[in-house]
């Protein structure tokens, strides 16, 4: 019985990791174009 209920932690763990991990991924794709554009803008202004 213990590993049942271990087995059925750990999937909803991993099914928690997965959410996770594709909000993360989510976030990169959006998080890394801004920057790239912000440091873009920052380039301009110091040059």
């Known amino acids: 019985m213990a590993s049942l209920a271990w087995s059925t932690v750990v999937g909803k763990d991993q099914k928690i ?16 174009p801004m920057l790239q554009r912000r440091r873009q803008l920052h380039w301009q202004l110091l040059h």
């Not at 991990?21 to 890394?32: A, D, E, N, P, S």
């Open 17 to 32: 990791w997965t959410l996770h991990g594709t909000c993360i991924r989510y976030q990169l794709k959006t998080l890394v």
